[in-house]
């Protein structure tokens, strides 16, 4: 949704001679949409009926001049000459290529930092390492240094999102706040003080935050108010209209769905995360990778699952959980899982992520793994209920773990 706005502003600042002296319209929900998707897929020739299909939400083999027409009126708004379009470029026989607008050289400082911001915004979820670059020149501005600091958590940079947290100072609190929040959870500190005044004001930053803060009390074992504040957020995303985020928002049920031990819930709650096409490439394949563990605790096609999560390439690595997750799931199909728990220990020592390091402990004890004295003491520490609760069944510390949270087939699994 911040994204559609992004591109509202800058539509309205390249349309606003056009509006004046012909009665223009501004910017359209639909045509927003379809900008942002466009902005999500640079450079890439789509037909008509993908973008049917993704943005429209049509079944396939509808036939309809909707996208001509959205098109037609859309380069009314952003185009400087709507009959030569430098942007909503057609491709003969193919459909349409977006140019990103920030290739434009010819941009006034104001419309060319909004279009560094929707550019960045575009890559945040599937390529944030290119996202940071795409605010490079315009760094210096304190909003932007929320941004950045957002995009520094996401590539591991702790120290430098630090850094640019603080010369964000007296802007756009609530924002600051989740980055707060995003950092913490990094440390394996308590975020909710930052969390709860996130909540505080722009509702879309606000039912982000809820999301977290159900992500957090649910690895914490308190599975009544963790799964409620996802619904909660759920609830407000759909008002909202914010598909990419309610896709996230179902993906977060489905996986801790998987961990609780109803992996009938979590399919479900996968499917949902699924339906809408507006949603990251990321969000879908970690998605894709929850929904084969699911299929694969309840008999499903699990390996065609995983092989459509494997085809989905974006610029950034899985967080450690996803690794843990796919470790499981191996495991379970009698293939190699080692490799992937060292995978995962690697990358959070990349990009720290205590909760997914404290999971991949835990299989790696369940794998017959020696890990050094501190383990147990980290996942004392920062671990979540489930996580701690397999540990100490692999290590026999603990009754079987079905009393406790996870699927009593899927601890058996590992002995």
């Not at 390492?129 to 929320?146: G, M, N, T, W, Y």
Request: hydrophobic fraction near 45%; include cysteine.
């Amino acid at each position: 949704m911040n994204l559609v706005r992004l591109h509202r502003g800058l539509a309205d600042l390249r349309a606003r001679k056009v509006r004046q002296e012909e009665g223009v319209t501004a910017i359209t929900r639909i045509e927003a949409e379809l900008l942002a998707w466009f902005a999500n897929h640079p450079e890439q020739v789509v037909s008509k009926d993908r973008l049917l299909e993704e943005v429209w939400g049509y079944r396939a083999g509808v036939r309809s001049r909707t996208v001509e027409v959205t098109v037609h009126t859309l380069r009314r708004k952003i185009e400087r000459d709507p009959t030569h379009p430098e942007h909503l470029v057609t491709e003969r026989g193919g459909g349409y290529r977006f140019v990103p607008l920030a290739s434009e050289p010819a941009l006034d400082p104001e419309a060319r930092h909004l279009a560094r911001l929707i550019e960045a915004d575009a890559l945040s979820d599937d390529a944030p390492a290119s996202a940071l670059r795409a605010l490079e020149d315009i760094s210096f501005d304190p909003e932007v240094q929320v941004r950045r600091a957002a995009l520094l958590v996401e590539v591991g940079a702790l120290a430098e999102a630090d850094e640019a947290l603080a010369a964000s100072i007296g802007v756009n609190e609530q924002r600051r706040a989740m980055v707060a929040a995003s950092l913490a959870m990094r440390r394996g500190l308590d975020p909710v003080r930052w969390l709860e005044r996130a909540m505080q004001g722009d509702p879309i930053v606000a039912a982000t935050a809820l999301v977290r803060l159900g992500v957090y009390r649910l690895e914490r074992g308190d599975v009544h108010s963790g799964f409620g504040h996802l619904a909660d957020a759920r609830l407000r995303f759909e008002k909202l209209e914010a598909h990419r985020l309610l896709a996230m928002a179902w993906r977060e049920e489905g996986l801790y769905r998987v961990l609780q031990g109803r992996p009938e819930a979590a399919l479900e709650a996968f499917d949902k995360a699924l339906e809408d096409r507006s949603g990251s490439r990321y969000v879908e394949r970690v998605t894709r990778f929850g929904k084969a563990l699911a299929l694969r605790l309840v008999g499903g096609d699990a390996d065609a699952e995983r092989e459509r999560a494997e085809a989905i390439v974006v610029e950034r690595w899985d967080e450690p959980g996803v690794f843990a997750f796919r470790a499981i799931e191996r495991r379970i199909a009698f293939a190699t899982a080692i490799p992937l728990v060292s995978d995962g220990l690697n990358r959070h020592a990349l990009r720290p992520n205590p909760t997914d390091a404290a999971l991949l402990h835990a299989l790696g004890a369940a794998f017959g793994i020696c890990f050094d004295g501190t383990a147990g003491a980290q996942l004392e520490q920062h671990g979540p209920a489930f996580a701690l609760a397999l540990f100490r069944a692999a290590r026999g510390e603990a009754k079987p773990i079905a009393d406790q949270v996870l699927l009593p087939g899927l601890v058996a699994a590992f002995r």
